[in-house]
């Protein structure tokens, strides 16, 4: 799919890497079927299933029934089917080929069996049907871990072999097969974090890829011009597979675990840490953290519980919570966010970037409501102050004078409100019932605003301070113009974070209704 800049999963494309000890060099290799999909992809769509949900992007990519919450997976696996074309919007080569320019191999040295091979045109079927997904991040050693089990992958390539193996002399080139049974790729990314245009992004820094299949059968084609001869070879091949496999398949992980190394890290690219962060754990059914109180419905003072509760979880979410997907929310991170244009003083649109706003864990009162009837949360927040840091980008009027610059912002909101209302409906997950936000509502009612956006009028120091004056002895009229705008923006944001929480931890684990 060009358009997205995904690559085709059939056959899939992969650079590998030399090795003198594996026992094959690839030309032109193909792995066809990557649709059965491997670890790695299974978190790509993951995140491009939710990001397709929420975001609205991939335009109709992934189907619409496999869009709710309790099946995501089932998005994945869809998404993966469909991959017989690249996305490139999301740096993914084609997962149908893997390619390698052709060069020779031998088996180990010091083996009686002394068997050069050439390979070329290796494709793998089965990639994208797999039994089973599983996707686990730990954020105390920045590790990824992706599990995909599949039925079967078969590998087929052309070959060229002189040598002798098992005493048998050869000399001969044809197709070959290599199909593997009730396979598991565990594949393991080392992440850290580093710095783009002053946003914070993931890259793989370490991989490490096994592969456990339950059996292999090797069929090579005129190995031997006498069928019988031929046969019984791939036959003392087939059985003693478990030998085959120990002996030269490390090379082989090692070489596919940086090959899926270099495309997640493509990637990555994309999204920046709190995005990663947000999909990375999706699909996965998790307990609350033993940190985390808990209230009984069914009890007369849940909303006095609720609001101990809830302030107390958040002030934990000084730190990220990786048992249940969520960052850290200090601070809260925001790639971007973009306010319009008021219909009053405020003239011109907000664009901002690299936001962070810091301060929400801190120095604040709860008060939290729950409607069980009607499925209806509200909480309400009162902040001291809470700083919202961002680089801006603006062009317009303000009141009656001109606007215009470009560089560091910030808001500090004084004495603030914030009202949430999130209108849950329940569904069944792996036989458990979660809670989904079917539609959400913020409100921010500052006490005071004060702005500071350095850089106005290219550096104009005067004109800059006049005009961050001017803001700030009108914030309520300025404020009042766009605060839909920010409530709407900001509201996202929260809400997509509860969801989260909601998609991983069923009713029963966030309650205590015993």
Known sequence: MDEY???????FLIPLLDSEHVPLKYMNMKIFGHRKMDKMEATYYVYLSHIAKNLKLLKGFI?????????RYKAVQNAISQLGKPI??????????VLQPTGNTKSAAHSENSLPLKSRNIRVNGFTKPDSVKAKMNFGDNTLTLEVSYPEIRYEFDY??????????FDSAGAGTATLKNVSYIVKFTLEEYLKDNKKYLRVVGSHLEMKPESITFYYENLFKDKALNDAFNREMSESWKEIFDKFSPPYQDTFGKGY????????KVYTVLLCLIFINLGCTSKLPATFKKCNRKRDDLDQCLSTAVADA????GQPQSAIGLPSLEPLEIPSLTVGAGTGPVGFAQNFHNVKIKGLTKDFTLKAKMDTKENILNLEFVYADFR?????????RILVLPIRGKGPGLLVLERVKLNFNFFLEEYEKKNKKHYRVTKSEMAIEPG?????????????????DNINQVLNDNWKEVFADVKSGYESGLGQVISSLFQNLLDKVPISDLFDDK
């Open 261 to 268: 190394a270099h495309i997640f890290n493509n990637f990555l």
């Open 448 to 464: 005071s605003i004060q702005f500071t956006l350095s850089n106005l009028f290219d550096g104009d120091k005067a004109l800059g």
């Open 388 to 396: 919202i840091e961002a680089d801006y980008e603006i062009d317009g």
């Open 160 to 169: 060229e072999a002189k040598g002798r193996m098992f005493l048998l002399a």
């Open 63 to 71: 189907l619409e029934e496999y869009i709710d919450a309790g099946q």
């Open 314 to 317: 958040v002030r934990q979410l």
């Open 5 to 11: 800049n995904l690559p085709c999963v059939d056959p």
């Open 88 to 97: 490139e919007e999301y740096h993914l080569p084609n997962l149908g080929h």
